[in-house]
Structure formats: structure tokens, C-alpha cells
């Protein structure tokens, strides 16, 4: 029997077997809701097409060609995506405004008998509820920051934390950056950041798994990693948050960071043209020094040196300006196994419930 589709504005409240956005890839690429799967019912040519042929000749014209462009998609997402869903397949799809794409696409789906529920408004009522959430959402949360000078393994501790069941809002991954000049994530070749809106929609996909009565533990960013920001509620938090320091000797912080960025050793270039960057800052001679560093290929001198020059100093401000309230610190003799095992007992036996009463 063919169903009627269902409409809502709070598609977070239930659970369904897919979530389709059926905007075209280049606005998927931009952002979607996380999890969603992408099939166009226009791509990006067709819809440029549509929507040039409805300024240049008549919005009639353009919604004859858009829907046969539609249906013709339909028809092969039919072939392809939707041949072995059962019965009791229930899909959620939208749009950019909840308008004529999605309801297409509902429409057929409702009409082979499937329970097919569309976001009223579309990608924008999602939008909407995005950044409200991240208004007031950032602020039910108690806060620990991990802080320690470049190299001192901030982002592998947290993620020892969470495998041993904490809570860590993992920044730098869901901006697919380490936050620094060289933080640019590798994975053959460089790997693009996530755009501001779908670094906002992860953020807000990790922030309402948390648990409030637990910490949530952080790195010491600042507020903006690679080019994605920061919502202003969470910094604020971040700031005003109790800190945890490592110390880690300048020595065993070079050889970490000689194995964390071998794409730089192994691509002298990039290393070179970002580098490049700091000339304004620290001026033509060491920038030289730099470059006769990479040319004899002298690793462990040039990274102690922008240890020293540059990375050091500017930790030293941002704690001044960003992280003043440092409650407890470590100091590691080194980042293998035992001794961050040290002080992964005594980080977890900290983090108890909030209200637990011990």
C-alpha cells in the first residue's frame, strides 16, 4: 500500500534505517548531517543547468527539464540504492529547504509502500537547530585541559584516556588538523579540513554523546585549528577550565615529533614552503638557517630549533593569555608506553562521576 510521507522538524528524536540527502554533492560536500548517505536527485550540473534556465528563459521551462532530470535519477538510485531494502525500511530525506527534491523522492519511495519521513525545511531547519545547540550545549560540560609545549603528546595521551573510557572531545581530528603551521593532517598527500558548518555538525554529533556529569577532557588549543573556529561557548569553557601540564625534555619532544611528521622529512618542499610563512616573524637570516637545515637534511637540529624559536614561545603566550588555571602537572622523562603510563592511572582515577559522591 502506498504511504503517505511523514513531516518533521526534530529528525534527532527518532532512529531510522537511513538518513538520504538528496541535495546535489557539492552542497553535501559542504555539510550534512552526520551519518547521511548522498543521492542526488539533481548533481551539480543539472542543477546549475535548472537554475539557468530558470532566470535565462522561464520557470516553467526549468521545472519540466528539472523533472525529468529528477525522475530519471530516481529511477536509477531505484536500480542501484534502494533493490534490497526490505519492507520495513524507514529512510528520513531531505533538502535544502524541505521543497520539491526531497518530496520527489518521498513521494516514489511512499509509493512502493515504504514509511518515508522528510525534514520539514530541509537542510536549513538542521542547520538552525546546529547552531543553537552549540549556543548552549558547550556549557553543560565541566572541562579538563591537557596542556604541554609541541611535541609533549597531548593528542596521544587523550586518546589513551579515551580508550581507557574517559571522555575527550578529540579537536584536532574532527578538524583533520593538529592545529600548528605543519599540522596539515597526511595520508599520502594532504588531507582537506572538514568546512566550518560540518566541523560544527561533528562537534555537535560528539557533544551530545557526552555524558554531563563526567569531565570532558581537551587539548590546549587556541580557537582556531587549521581554518576552522571554535563556537565562542565552548572557548569561553576552555578557558575557564581547570589544566593538567605535561613537561616533556626538548630531546624526547624532537624525536616524537621526527616520527608524528615523517611527510615533512620526506617532502622537504612543503616543509620548506610553510616555513616559508615565518619569514615576516623571525626575519631572513633564520629563515636561512631553516633552509640550510632541510638542505643537509640535519632533522634533529632544524626541529630543536623551531622548538625553541618559535613553538616554545608561542605555548609560553597562549598559556599566559589562554590557560592560567593549571592545577596539576607531569613530567615525563620521555612518550614511550611506561611512562605515559604513569600518569594515565592517576588521570583516570581522577574523572569519577561529578555527582558520585566520592
Not at 565541566?142 to 578529540?170: A, N, W
Not at 575557564?240 to 613537561?247: D, G, L, R
Not at 623571525?282 to 633552509?291: H, V
Request: with cysteine; hydrophobic share 35%; charged share 20%.
Amino acid at each position: 500500500m502506498p504511504s503517505p510521507p511523514v513531516y518533521t522538524k526534530q529528525p534527532w528524536s527518532e532512529t531510522y534505517s537511513e538518513i538520504i540527502d538528496v541535495r546535489s554533492e557539492g552542497e553535501f560536500a559542504e555539510d550534512h548531517i552526520p551519518g547521511a548517505i548522498n543521492l542526488p536527485v539533481l548533481n551539480n550540473e543539472e542543477r546549475a543547468e535548472v537554475g539557468t534556465i530558470y532566470k535565462q528563459v522561464s520557470p516553467f521551462t526549468a521545472r519540466k527539464i528539472g523533472a525529468a532530470l529528477v525522475y530519471k535519477n530516481l529511477s536509477q538510485h531505484l536500480r542501484e540504492h534502494f533493490a534490497d531494502k526490505e519492507k520495513d525500511y524507514r529512510p528520513l530525506v531531505y533538502c535544502w529547504r524541505g521543497g520539491q527534491r526531497s518530496n520527489s523522492m518521498a513521494w516514489v519511495l511512499g509509493q512502493i509502500g515504504w514509511r518515508v519521513t522528510v525534514i520539514e525545511g530541509g537542510y536549513k531547519t538542521y542547520r538552525a537547530y546546529v547552531r543553537e545547540q552549540l549556543e548552549k550545549l558547550p556549557l553543560e560540560f565541566t572541562y579538563k585541559i591537557l596542556c604541554g609545549k609541541t611535541g609533549s603528546g597531548k593528542t596521544y595521551i587523550l586518546r589513551q584516556m579515551q580508550q581507557r573510557g574517559l571522555q575527550v572531545l578529540d579537536l584536532e581530528n574532527l578538524a583533520n588538523h593538529r592545529g600548528s603551521l605543519l599540522g596539515e593532517e597526511w595520508q599520502d598527500k594532504p588531507l582537506a579540513q572538514p568546512s566550518q558548518k560540518y566541523f560544527e555538525s561533528l562537534l555537535w554529533q560528539q557533544l551530545q554523546s557526552f555524558d554531563s556529569r563526567l569531565p570532558v577532557w581537551v587539548e590546549s588549543e587556541s580557537n582556531k585549528i587549521g581554518q576552522v573556529y571554535l563556537p565562542k561557548p565552548l572557548w569561553q569553557k576552555m578557558k575557564q577550565a581547570s589544566c593538567v601540564e605535561i613537561h616533556v625534555p626538548t630531546a624526547a619532544r624532537v624525536q616524537f615529533l621526527l616520527q608524528q611528521y615523517p611527510h615533512l622529512i620526506e617532502h622537504p618542499e612543503i616543509l620548506q614552503a610553510k616555513l616559508g610563512y615565518l619569514k615576516a616573524r623571525y626575519g631572513k637570516k633564520k629563515l636561512a638557517q631553516w633552509y640550510q637545515a632541510i638542505a643537509q637534511q640535519q632533522w634533529v637540529e632544524l626541529f630543536q630549533d623551531l622548538l625553541e624559536s618559535h613553538y616554545d614561545p608561542t605555548y609560553t603566550h597562549s598559556m599566559q593569555r589562554d590557560y592560567t588555571n593549571v592545577q596539576q602537572e607531569f613530567s615525563l622523562a620521555d612518550l614511550s608506553v611506561v611512562s605515559v603510563d604513569k600518569i594515565l592511572h592517576s588521570l583516570v582515577t581522577d574523572c569519577l562521576p561529578l555527582d558520585s559522591g566520592n
